[in-house]
Every structure is written in C-alpha cells, then in structure tokens.
C-alpha cells in the first residue's frame, strides 16, 4: 500500500499510514563531568509512557543549603523538540549554572502520536517525581520554591501545569513563578500579524501545528489553545502564581504573548511582568544560545526568580 504526505514542513512530516517523520538537528550528551559551572544527567519520569527528562545542576550546589528548581518544557509546536538538543542543552545548563538552580528539562510526548492534553499530563507527572524520586542531585532542592518556564509550546505547558498544580490539593510542590518565553497560544480569530501581507508562510504552518496537535474533532478555541475559552474560576485565577513573560520584538507570535500578559493581568493574577527582547526572532535563545540576547535573557530569569 502506498503512502503519501498528508502534512508537511521543514521540520516533520506526516504520512497517510499514521508514521512521522521529523527533523533531528544537532544533539548533545549528557555528562557528568563539570563544564561551564554545571553538570546534567538523564532520568527517566515514567518508564511505561514514556517520560524522561535532562537534569542540570550548578557547581554551587555542593556548598548551597538549599537551591530553586526550575522545570523546563521545550517548544516545538507540541510536535517536534526536545531537551537533547544542542540549542536546549546549552541555554539550559548556562542558565543552571547562572541562576544557581536546579533545571529539570522534560521530554514529554509528542503529537501527533499523543495529541493534547497528553503533553499537559506529561509534565505535570514530572513535578510528583521530584517527591517520589531516590534522585540525589535534588537534596539540596527547594520543594517550595518550584518555577515553571518554558518556550513557544512550552510557555503554553508552563501554563497548563500551572493550573493542574492548583486544582490539585495533593500537589507535593510550590509554584511560586511561572515564566513562559515566546509562548504558544492560538484561536480561530487572527491576529493583525497573522493577517499581514508576507505571513503566508508563518500562518500556514502555525495551523498545521495546531492542527496535528489539537484533540480530533475541536478547532484551535480548544482550551488549551484559547485563552477566552479556559474555563478557570475566580478562586483558582487568585491562587496563580507570579508571572514573567516573554516575548521577541521580530516574532509572529509576539501578539500571542503580549495578550496573554494581559489576560493574567485581567483575571486579577497578582503579579504579571511583561519583558520584550528587541531585534530578535522566535526562539532566538535555542538558536543562540551563546548570544548577547540569550545572556541577558537568562540573567533577568535569574532576577525574577530571586526577588518574588
């Protein structure tokens, strides 16, 4: 039986007997030896899913009583990604060692294989972990002092997670920061950059993304893609934690970003930071992750998590 493409992009493809194919750009080992001021391994969050994820851990932790923890969810449209590659790996383990934290980068499962809300559930496994697990990088963690962040799809699972830690009475971890870089929202409304003259391209393939990663049967005012359509009651919008937002001055999706601020801002969420990085593009910090920008990027993450 022949195959065909059903959809298609630079960075995946889907054929019509159910199989993906996708880009793999340049990877990265984990090691245990000290590099930059930090060392990662891998861990496994669920053997059966599966769930694994990337651990990064500063040289300060040996004399530190107690540090922060950051858990990452990397971009990719739900789809593609993940904290192997060379771009992640990086950004991460200099942000470890700048930030004095432990970064916990999960590699969820990907759509279209797992459609949401599977990456959502996912990565809320991976904060029970950090009270389950034997690990003994985390005996200097602070359980209470949990920050979510991620990039584009990610900065969307930052969110997500946010919310099932609140609605979970049993939940074992603090938030206390919720920082989304470039994040990924979407609606059946276009914006005025997805309607401008040369977003052809940008559009077409944001409506893929969305259209592999969505649940069968729902559009994108799916609730994990709209805002307006994320039933959060009152209470649970005053138990939401503090939030850093950023976006990228040259990204197709800086409306997305700029309206979610707003949004948080709207349901009375009692801290919300809004911070633009001009002159760059979607994601910059994985595709540059030595650059200036980047630099700058991980120290006012840094700032934010040591003053709320």
């Known amino acids: 039986m022949d195959t065909t493409v059903i959809e298609s992009s630079e960075f995946i493809k889907v054929l019509s007997d159910g199989s993906v194919e996708r880009f793999i750009p340049l990877t990265a080992p984990a090691s245990l030896n000290l590099y930059n001021g ?58 470890s060692a700048t930030s004095e934290s432990i970064v916990l980068s999960v590699d969820y499962r990907l759509a279209p294989e797992n459609k949401l809300p599977i990456a959502y559930e996912d990565c809320y496994a991976s904060l029970i972990w950090l009270t389950q697990t034997a690990e003994s990088w985390l005996r200097n963690a602070d359980l209470s002092r ?26 074992p971890v603090r938030i206390v920061g919720v920082i989304p870089i470039h994040p990924y929202f979407g609606s059946e409304k276009r914006t005025e950059l997805e309607m401008r003259q040369g977003s052809s391209e940008d559009v077409k393939s944001n409506d893929m993304f969305w259209r592999l ?11 994990g893609c709209n805002l307006e359509h994320m039933e959060v009651s009152v209470p ?38 809004l911070m633009e990085t001009k ?16 630099r700058l990027l991980q120290k006012q993450l840094k700032e934010f998590m040591y003053n709320i």
């Open 38 to 95: 930090y060392k990662c391994k891998d861990v496994t969050i669920d053997p059966l899913k599966p769930i694994t994820a990337r651990m990064f851990i500063p040289s300060t932790a040996v004399a530190a009583a107690t540090l922060p923890v950051l858990v990452y969810f990397h971009g990719g449209g739900f789809c593609i990604g993940s904290t192997t590659w060379l771009g992640y790996h990086h950004f991460l383990g200099d942000l």
């Open 146 to 171: 949990v920050f979510l962040s991620g990039d584009s799809a990610g900065g969307n699972i930052a969110h997500q997670v946010a919310i099932r830690a609140i609605r979970d009475k049993k939940c």
């Open 213 to 223: 990663s969505i649940p069968e049967g729902v559009n994108r005012d799916y609730e």
């Open 236 to 273: 649970e919008w005053s138990r939401f934690p503090n939030v850093l937002v950023f976006v990228a001055g040259l990204d197709f999706l800086k409306e997305r970003g700029v309206a979610y601020a707003e949004f948080l801002k709207e349901k009375g969420v009692k801290e919300v930071r």
């Open 279 to 294: 002159d760059e593009k979607h994601v910059f910090h994985v595709f540059r992750p030595d650059s200036e920008s980047t």
